[in-house]
């Protein structure tokens, strides 16, 4: 499932869009980071302190296997001294059987600690990847709508994915990058300056030249590397849409048009993917022009001093085997910078997700929302909100609301009239920019969210489903509840008989959104998730509108029940289902243009009887 939007999905935000007044996606892909003084020192720091270093023993393990390692490889390009002199110069037997016996022993034992620490350095960097995603997911379920809404959920999926399969590659590089190339590098040097430390000089006067070209191959591919995630996030979102909106898609023809746009996202990643390729590929190519004149150096020089007696065959052959053996480690190391500042971008682009704090939570001292005996009453005063603040059109402007502890309140109007965002607003979805919301004389904004939202019981117009089973998707409303419990709400909720006609019965997997059941089969799934919670308010946003009318009758009077003692805000466009509110609200471009009860409201001759006149007219069969 691409897309994580529907966890916290605002009520009905599709018919708020429609109407001007929902937030506005903003797919426009990240701003490439501009590089800061210290920044990349710091997001090492803070990757390795608190994502790797939590690992110690296991990467203290992997440690003592790369200082083995390296022993044992320059152990192999020392052998090759006493292999020249003792075999081949001074022809001794006895050496014949000795000498191959340690190379070969020293050859099984770097096997065993190679492929020890190359998978303790693989451990730890895939746990590491598994700790940020739990920590990015973390974020993402608690920010808040207004920030979930600002970005695609695709860009969500790249960072998710794409970002930390970059940073994992960094780690595991850098891990065997400082421990074992660079431990690998020292042992060999050793070798070099036992054998000649004149010849070893030479190889020292390399170094600048490489760290040089390394420096400018790692800022390119860094570069680089940021367009072509934001790239890979633009495909993601193109990806999601095309999947999320398969029904458009098909039903308007427009296979060509999504594949166009897919086309192109696909060809801007490539563009900058293959300027990585190129880069990354530029790195050894360079680190070995460099390595290829110090080996020319060396042989000119050690045959020089060859000439002049300065020199034995067996200790030119080991310093050149060290030599060689060392050109693995520096190649390694001239890719790692290029690996690291792909994975130091990621890392960057990581650590802002999982730093945003959502703008909604508890404030400082927030206290649990009491409710009186048979309380629940809700309470609107003067309340105006706007989804942007640029706006000239507020979603809501100096609404007034009074909704009796028990008593059914609907709220009826057009489309775009600001209905649903009375819900957002009362379950905290956003702030309200003005004005207050009390729920027995407590305002919401000083009440810890979990309690809040604890005393309301949601049921939307499209249903979400999560793919579970059945009555996984039923105990949401209340974890913990039992088996008999999760079925007398579903029974409760007509749903019992379909449910246990299903494969599995309460344990069938409900597919991606609950795809595998029909639409009126996930409102009643919604319905018994409402009825388990068994909250004292109740929010009900067209809740028998994807029902057939015998399904719809039998939820009517399971509603009928749920709604007694308990206050219920009724979200309707059928107008039939509400005439025994208790009061009707009328909203019109974000205000309460009329209120009463039906009958109050039809003697006025206002807006609400033409609604309602309409309803008849669409064939609706009043209550």
Known sequence: MLNPRPMTDSITSGREAAAGHAPVAAAAAPAEPEAKPGGNAAIIRRLARGYVYRQWPTLAVAIFCMVLTAAMT??????????????????????????????????????????????????????????????????????????????????????????TTLMRDAIVRGIAGIGLETLSLIALAGVMVYQDWRLALISVVVLPGVGWVTQKIGNAL??????????????????????????IVKAYGLEAHVSRRADARIGMRLKYLLRVVRTRAAAVPASDLFAGSVIAA???????????GEIGINHFASFLAAMLLALQPVRNLTQLWATASSGISAADRIFALIDEAPKIGDRQGARPLQLAAHGGAVRFRDVGFSYRQDTSAPALEDVTLTIPAGKKVALVGPSGAGKSTVFNLLLRFYECDRGTIDIDGQDIADVTLASLRAQIALVTQEPILFDESVADNIALGRPGASRAEIEAAARAAAAHDFIAQLPDGYDTRVGEGGLRLSGGQRQRVAIARAMLRNAPILLLDEATSALDSESERQVQDALSTLMAGRTTIV????????????????????????????????????LYARLYQHNLNDGETPG
């Open 298 to 308: 060396t042989i000119y020089y050690a045959g020089y001093q060859a000439m002049h």
């Open 74 to 163: 320059a152990a192999l390009s020392w052998l090759l001294d006493p292999a020249i002199k003792e075999i081949f110069l001074e022809k001794r037997r006895d050496m014949l059987v000795l000498i191959p016996l340690a190379v070969l022993g020293v050859i099984v034992l770097r096997a065993i600690t190679t492929f020890v620490q190359q998978a303790l350095v693989d451990t730890v960097g895939e746990r590491a990847v598994a700790d940020i995603q739990r920590d990015m997911f973390a974020n993402l379920v608690h920010r808040d709508l207004a920030s979930l809404n600002a970005v695609h959920s695709g860009q969500f999926v790249s960072n998710f994915i794409y970002d």
């Open 222 to 247: 860094r570069r680089a590397s940021s367009r072509g995630m934001a790239e890979t996030a633009e495909l993601s979102t193109v990806l999601s849409e095309a999947l999320d909106g398969k029904r």
């Open 571 to 606: 979200i309707a466009h059928r107008l039939s289902t509400v005439l025994d509110a208790d009061r009707i609200y009328v909203m019109d471009r974000g205000r309460v243009a009329e209120h009463g009860s039906h009958s109050e409201l039809m003697a006025v001759g206002g």
